[in-house]
């Protein structure tokens, strides 16, 4: 996904919403299906039945029956109330459960959207940064090498102008002027790195440390000398370094001595 969501959490939250849906449609269901029990009875009777009316012999019996003073009964005297006995029905008892867990589970939706949100925004937000950054990239690469570019243009068109004052037809070319074109264009290219870059050309000389982390040695020379082991023996090409920091750019390209032991004559 990228910085702040991988792909494990997105299907976690995933897996979370397909099972919410499953409890959902099964709540959903046991509210639409009646239920097959028989309604729960608290009491010994349901609502609405009233006890049986008296037969006419038990009326008779009841009108012979003396009344004693234990238990006087005076047209004052209210009858005794039966207690009104209720039914709870199956079906609302397992509606007010579904309910109590539709509520429940609505708020672990709730959560869910929240995550899945924040989810998505942060993934929107990684793919807007990805693209600013590439952009970004794309600019500074653009304006690192502008410069460059515009001086290596510079050598280019004057190298070409000495190439112009060049013909290989005419007879009477002047070397020595030819040479100077060319160490023009060498000093023009070396104030060019010095002015703009803080780079200066290095050259070794003949006799001078061999030193590895300045120098790369190309070619070695035989020699019986120990006082001219590992020094330099001529300079190929020069080296570039950074005259404000010392960073070597490009090492220089030398020749270096290398001693020869002379086979002992008394063996």
């Not at 006082?227 to 960073?247: H, P, Q």
């Given at each position: 996904?990228g910085?702040?969501?991988?792909?494990?959490?997105?299907?976690?939250?995933?897996?979370?919403?397909?099972?919410l849906?499953?409890?959902?449609?099964?709540?959903?269901?046991?509210?639409e299906?009646?239920?097959?029990?028989?309604?729960?009875?608290?009491?010994?009777?349901?609502?609405?039945?009233?006890?049986?009316?008296?037969?006419?012999?038990?009326?008779?019996?009841?009108?012979?029956?003396?009344v004693?003073?234990?238990?006087?009964?005076?047209?004052?005297?209210?009858?005794?109330?039966?207690?009104?006995?209720?039914?709870?029905?199956?079906?609302?008892?397992?509606?007010?459960?579904?309910?109590?867990?539709?509520?429940?589970?609505?708020?672990?939706?709730?959560?869910?959207?929240?995550?899945?949100?924040?989810?998505?925004?942060?993934?929107?937000?990684?793919?807007?940064?990805?693209?600013?950054?590439?952009?970004?990239?794309?600019?500074?690469?653009?304006?690192?090498?502008?410069?460059?570019?515009?001086?290596?243009?510079?050598?280019?068109?004057?190298?070409?102008?000495?190439?112009?004052?060049?013909?290989p037809?005419?007879?009477?070319?002047?070397?020595?002027?030819?040479?100077?074109?060319?160490?023009?264009?060498?000093?023009?290219?070396?104030?060019?790195?010095?002015d703009?870059?803080?780079?200066?050309?290095?050259?070794?000389?003949?006799?001078?440390?061999?030193?590895?982390?300045?120098?790369?040695?190309?070619?070695?020379?035989?020699?019986?000398?120990?006082a001219?082991?590992?020094?330099?023996?001529?300079?190929?090409?020069?080296?570039?370094?950074?005259?404000?920091?010392?960073?070597?750019?490009?090492?220089?390209?030398?020749?270096?001595?290398?001693?020869?032991?002379?086979?002992?004559?008394?063996?």
């Amino acid at each position: 996904m990228g910085l702040f969501t991988n792909d494990t959490e997105l299907a976690s939250l995933k897996e979370d919403v397909i099972n919410l849906k499953r409890q959902v449609q099964g709540i959903l269901e046991r509210i639409e299906t009646p239920a097959d029990a028989e309604p729960m009875e608290v009491g010994s009777a349901t609502a609405g039945e009233t006890e049986p009316e008296q037969t006419a012999e038990s009326a008779v019996e009841t009108s012979e029956t003396p009344v004693t003073s234990e238990t006087p009964v005076t047209p004052e005297t209210p009858a005794a109330e039966k207690p009104v006995e209720t039914v709870v029905p199956q079906e609302a008892v397992a509606s007010c459960d579904c309910c109590k867990q539709l509520e429940e589970l609505k708020v672990q939706v709730a959560k869910l959207a929240e995550a899945v949100d924040n989810a998505a925004y942060q993934e929107k937000m990684v793919k807007e940064l990805h693209h600013e950054l590439q952009q970004y990239k794309k600019g500074f690469l653009e304006d690192l090498t502008k410069g460059y570019l515009a001086d290596i243009i510079q050598v280019y068109e004057r190298v070409a102008d000495t190439n112009s004052h060049l013909n290989p037809d005419d007879e009477t070319v002047d070397v020595k002027a030819l040479k100077r074109l060319l160490e023009n264009n060498m000093l023009f290219i070396s104030d060019l790195l010095e002015d703009q870059y803080s780079i200066e050309c290095f050259t070794p000389q003949p006799g001078d440390d061999y030193k590895p982390k300045e120098q790369k040695a190309l070619k070695t020379e035989a020699t019986d000398d120990p006082a001219k082991a590992n020094t330099v023996a001529a300079c190929i090409a020069c080296g570039f370094r950074n005259y404000e920091t010392g960073r070597i750019i490009r090492q220089a390209k030398i020749k270096v001595y290398k001693l020869t032991v002379a086979p002992n004559p008394q063996k």
